[in-house]
């Protein structure tokens, strides 16, 4: 009818929700990522963990926390050490991965079967959360007899947490300190403890195995 009010339409956007601020990609990982990126300058591979690409800055030696323990007093106070599990993960310089085969046979480890390995050139490992504040674990060892408990919830932790700002290359084992100061820890001298510690490992869990499972040599 003429004259008649037309039907109020209400704009479909006034019941749309204003346009939400995209949320980070990987939330609360997003800023241990940039803080890996930006505050140290490591490598990582986004994902969920997050990971550290190994081979560029630095090679990993992977050990368990038990036999770890004793060769803390062969690195550098700020060579970095990360927990995961009841795995110790010492950092040593870029390239020894390659060389700790040759190392074992050198110092005659080689034949027997050790429970350490390395990490080198193309590998990955989860990266430890971001120290909060002093980071309590900052310059700790772990207590003998409870080895690897820092680490026992699963999550890759920090022992001993990397410094940002400082050059991470200065304090990592290496081949090339063989005869060097205090500021230059030894690759040698760390891998033979640690070969040394794995032994006895595993040698006191054969002990404590049934008599029948030695003989086995399980």
Same mark, same amino acid.
């Given at each position: ?10 704009? =479909?956007?006034?019941? &749309? ?37 190994? *081979? ?13 323990? !004793? ?25 020894? !991965? ?19 390995? !390395? ?13 909060? %504040? ?13 080895? %690897? ?6 999550? =890759? ?14 304090? &990592? ?6 005869? *060097? %100061? ?12 640690? /070969? ?10 054969? *002990? ?6 030695? /003989?086995?040599?399980?």
């Amino acid at each position: 009818m003429f004259g008649a009010p037309h039907p109020v339409i209400a704009s =479909a956007s006034r019941f &749309l929700p204003l346009p939400r601020r995209p949320l980070d990609a990987a939330g609360a990982s997003g800023q241990v990522r940039r803080w890996y990126e930006n505050e140290l300058g490591w490598p990582t591979v986004p994902g969920d963990p997050l990971r550290l690409a190994v *081979g560029v800055r630095y090679d990993v030696l992977d050990v368990p926390a038990e036999a770890g323990h !004793a060769a803390l007093r062969r690195l550098a106070p700020g060579s970095p050490v990360a927990l995961h599990g009841d795995r110790m993960l010492l950092l040593m310089a870029a390239g020894s !991965a390659e060389e700790l085969p040759g190392l074992l046979e050198w110092l005659d480890w080689g034949s027997l079967p050790l429970d350490l390995g !390395a990490i080198g050139a193309g590998g990955l490992m989860e990266a430890p959360s971001r120290p909060e %504040g002093d980071a309590p674990l900052r310059g700790a060892s772990l207590p003998p007899g409870r080895p %690897g408990r820092a680490g026992s919830q699963g999550a =890759a932790v920090w022992l001993r947490p990397p410094e940002p700002g400082c050059e991470v290359e200065a304090s &990592l084992p290496t081949l090339s300190a063989l005869g *060097g %100061g205090r500021n230059a820890p030894d690759l040698v001298r760390l891998v033979h403890t640690v /070969a040394t510690q794995c032994h006895r490992v595993r040698l006191r869990r054969a *002990g404590a195995q049934p008599p029948a499972l030695r /003989a086995q040599g399980r």
